[in-house]
């Protein structure tokens, strides 16, 4: 066992609720910072933007914002760190897209590294090789590497639902969508990364290659360095996708199914599944982008006073493969238990199918719907507590899901590498559960701030009970003892390797699980 001194730990943390904090540079860092030269710039100014996020919560106000235009940029400004020691306590913290919900990319009185302005290296495809991959920068949006690998009919295998977020980001957690049961999550679809560590050195990792930093980073919440490049798995890309979704009323038949298909050989290519509760005209809603198998009977359903599950699932296919493809779905169907006139089908391009949170956000966004509050929750549930869970959450917390998606779907970490920092429930197949509120602004309602945060309360409330096994996924606590528990038996390894990469606990203070040594 490895003991650390208690210092080191972030129990007494002063940011509990959600604050504003202005701050400006004290003018002694200031003016010793000002005279490193860079290949972008370090502003001291235009600062804002670096204390807000996703989450629309959290807004702590950095001293400094680098726009780094190389690696070097980033090695200089945290060696300056390093080196000014226990004399100082400025922190640094990578900045991908902002998507964090609890301020987990912002750093009070630090310096913020505006991961985005980095376009060193340039994409880069090696197609030649067996195992084809693209080099990319961490700072880059998944967006943009579909779009690319796209023209050489190939792309990354497995997603996360929304693809304005960056590589840095989502390697820092999971990346987990409906490709997970079958490629993993993204941080098991990486074969290389280059990484700044704590200490300013850059160091190239993977599997065979200072393997022990490769697989800190990967899930490790930006505590061990900051990713500057990496290498990311492609496969050829399809062109089409049949995307379809049919509801049960029963969980059971739904989690029977949803299990099924993701340890079948043979299975759809991408499967989700999401809670509805108490919702009125739902199906003609999804009239706009689907089509009802039998559309006078599902004209005749209705999802008012109801606790349903919909069961999400798509195949995709090449051009080649269009001929056959209704016959591959059919049969794909058959012996599933949904309620046979809820089955509704869509074709989509793969492009447009991966970014189909984008069309959501465009439509928010007019609203003035999306840069609202963000108090979501995700949680890990092991299979023999899923019916229990959903029971007490479903039947008795969560009174409608008129705040947004309730996601919920299986994995199965047998699949997966298991030497990331990544923490999940100790059974193989669990299910990711997605509580994807939006808040009204101001409203002091049920579909207000308060009353969600309490729901979610509740909902972590009964979580805690420990037979249940439960985990959170994209981690939020504020006491160590939290931390602590949530790592459990991993937690050793993970603060033997924060002492060893960041020794001084300056990387990602937003995630407050260490805190600054000064
Ligand atoms: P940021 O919020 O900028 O950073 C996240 C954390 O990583 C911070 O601690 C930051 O300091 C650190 N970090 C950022 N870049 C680096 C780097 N280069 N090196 C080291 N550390 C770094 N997640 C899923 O798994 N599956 C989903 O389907 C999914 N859907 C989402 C949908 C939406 C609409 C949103 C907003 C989020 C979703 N997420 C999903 C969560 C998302 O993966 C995380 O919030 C992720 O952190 C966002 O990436 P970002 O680039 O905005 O990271």
Known sequence: GFTINRDYLCSDHPFTTPTIYHSSAPSSLRSSMATMTFDGHLSFDDVENAAKDFGNRYHLMPSAVLHPKSVSDISNIIRYVFDLGLTSELTVAARGHGHSLQGQSQAYQGVVIDMESLREPEMSFHIGEHHPFVEVSAGELWINILHESLKRGLAPKSWTDYLHLTVGGTLSNAGISGQAFRHGPQIDNVYQLQVVTGRGQMVTCSEEENADLFHAVLGGLGQFGIITKAAIALEPAPRMVKWIRALYSDFSMFTNDQEHLISSANSFDYIEGFVIINRTGLLNNWRSSFNPKDPVQASQFTSEDRILFCLEVAKYF??????????????????????????????????????????????????????????????????????????????????????????????????WKNRTSLVTPEEDVFYLVAFLSSAIPSSTGKDGLESILTRNDRILDF???????????????????????????????????????????????????FRRSH
């Open 463 to 513: 979580c805690g009970r420990p037979h249940l096994g439960i985990k959170q996924y994209l981690p939020h606590y504020s006491t160590t003892e939290e931390w602590r528990a949530h790592f459990g038996t991993q937690w050793d390894v993970f603060s033997r390797r924060k002492l060893s990469y960041d020794p001084l606990a300056m990387l990602a203070p937003g995630q407050r699980i």
């Open 318 to 415: 090449t051009p080649e493969e269009a001929d056959h493809i209704d016959e591959d779905v059919d049969n794909l169907l058959t012996g599933l238990n949904y309620i046979g006139s809820t089955l509704f089908l869509s074709e989509v391009t793969y492009v447009d199918f991966l970014d189909r949170v984008h069309v959501s956000e465009m439509k928010l966004r007019e609203k003035g719907l999306w840069e609202v509050p963000h108090p979501w929750l995700n949680l890990l549930v092991p299979r023999s507590s899923i019916h229990e869970f959903a029971q007490e959450v479903f039947g008795n917390i969560v009174k409608d899901t008129s705040h947004g998606p309730v996601l919920i779907y299986p994995v199965d970490k047998s699949r």
